[in-house]
């Protein structure tokens, strides 16, 4: 598939998700900038590895501006992005490949109960998803 045609491909995939697949696909594409990040790290290539820490920490402030602040669990769910921001910037800066797995960690669990909630929305409610 070229280019032009994946990116196509993309741009149709976000435009006609549901809200709760977006939030799933940040997550997914957030974790795979942190693994590139760590591959990047053990390869050297520290120019690579910065451009996929700040692509992970845009995600992760994307997932913050999209918080509905008038439920009490988005308090904590903003602390815990602030804090996995704040273990990319150690891990890029310091080269620390463990600080970087914290945020990975955290944020696939994240993922995986999102999806589960989102699955579990669908099966209720098919024609419609509002999480």
């Known amino acids: 598939m070229n280019y032009r045609a994946q990116q196509s491909y993309l741009t149709s995939q976000v435009n006609t998700a ?9 997550y ?15 390869k050297k290539d520290y120019e690579a590895k910065n451009n996929y820490i700040q692509r992970a920490i845009d995600i992760i ?9 008038s ?4 308090q904590n769910l903003f602390s815990l992005y602030q804090f996995m921001k704040e273990n990319l910037i150690q891990g890029n800066i310091k080269l620390d490949i463990q600080k970087i797995n914290v945020s990975m960690n955290l944020i696939t669990e994240l993922k995986e109960a999102w999806a589960q909630a989102l699955k579990q929305v669908k099966s209720e409610s098919p024609n419609t998803v509002t999480l």
């Open 28 to 42: 997914n594409g957030c974790i795979k900038f942190m693994k590139q990040a760590i591959d990047s790290i053990e």
């Open 71 to 74: 439920y009490p669990i988005s």
């Open 18 to 26: 549901h809200p709760g697949d977006l939030t799933l696909m940040l």
């Open 61 to 69: 402030d994307e997932l913050m501006i999209t918080l509905n602040m």
